[in-house]
């Protein structure tokens, strides 16, 4: 088995491919060695110290490494503790399937759209999935939908992109010029 390995436009960041899914639906981030007990493998990369967040993608791992921490000497690490998880079939989450744990993107946090808004959040919506969120997962993150109120649409970035030095002119620059370019009703974009 070979894994491969990525950038991210976050330099925090390394994107790990196994090469196989390993997300059969969603997302799903863990940032936090508390929150990282759901999944075996999310638990030992942050065992190794030096990790600050996990993110399982569909068919990719992103891990952001600690202030401090360096990539040469964590590369190995990480990427010994994926061989070992993938080689060995082992479950991705403890006590049931990747369908049963993965929180899905709207469940965290939602600001409850107006009713009268249906027809613009569903356009939003629509642009989120089908235009962003590959773009996104190409730099080994996501970005969900949080809700939509007078014009703005609050979105919240994950995985590589969280914390990210470049994902205010993302938001700004990419997906604000898209979504009013689309949806007149947008006048803002707001990390959420």
């Not at 976050?10 to 639906?25: D, I, S």
């Amino acid at each position: 088995m070979f894994i491969e390995t990525e950038t991210t436009p976050n330099p925090a960041t390394l994107k790990f491919l196994p090469g196989r899914q390993v997300m059969p639906a969603g997302t799903r981030e863990f940032t936090s060695h508390e929150e990282a007990a759901a999944s075996p493998l999310a638990q030992a990369l942050f065992d190794l110290g030096d990790v600050t967040g996990v993110f399982f993608g569909q068919d990719f791992i992103s891990v952001t490494a600690a202030p401090g921490a360096e990539w040469p000497s964590l590369k190995p690490q990480v990427v010994s503790i994926l061989l070992d998880h993938f080689v060995s079939e082992a479950p991705l989450f403890a006590g049931g399937d990747a369908s049963d744990i993965a929180v899905p993107a709207e469940a965290d946090q939602d600001f409850g759209d107006d009713p009268a808004d249906a027809d613009v959040v569903a356009q939003i919506r629509e642009l989120i999935e089908t235009r962003v969120r590959p773009a996104v997962a190409n730099d080994g993150g996501d970005i969900v939908y949080r809700g939509f109120r007078e014009g703005v649409v609050f979105l919240t970035m994950q995985g590589a992109c969280s914390g990210c030095p470049s994902s205010t002119a993302t938001l700004k620059h990419g997906i604000e010029s898209l979504l009013k370019h689309y949806v007149p009703e947008v006048t803002e974009v707001r990390a959420a």
